[in-house]
């Protein structure tokens, strides 16, 4: 089942206004690993949708694979548990097997 991630982000956007609400701009590049997993930035969904599209588009890919996305998702997620301090984009990356 593959979504097209311009539709993906649209509901992102109306699922999730009052986090959008809270904070006008975020840099993603900042994040930790603990900011991510307890949303004390912004709720995790919307900078996994985000992380997703960013990795997407660096391959040029506007195709989702939802449950592989999902799954990595989940992969971040149990990454960050046993890496709090590191950056959630750098987390992505190791998970991804996109690191230098």
């Known amino acids: ?5 311009a539709p993906l982000c649209l509901l992102a956007t109306l699922l999730w206004p009052a986090a959008a609400a809270t904070q006008a701009t975020i840099d ?9 997993m307890f949303g004390n930035i912004v709720d995790s969904r919307t900078i996994s ?5 960013y990795y997407n588009g660096t391959h040029n890919d506007t195709v989702v694979d939802v ?4 799954e990595k998702a989940r992969e ?5 548990m046993a890496n709090p301090d590191m950056v959630v984009m750098e987390a992505t990356k190791n998970v991804l097997g996109m690191s230098k």
């Open 1 to 5: 089942m593959t979504v097209r991630l």
């Open 28 to 36: 993603v590049a900042k994040i930790t690993c603990k900011q991510f």
């Open 49 to 53: 949708i985000w992380l997703a599209g």
């Open 67 to 70: 449950t592989a996305m999902q």
């Open 76 to 80: 971040v997620v149990r990454y960050c």
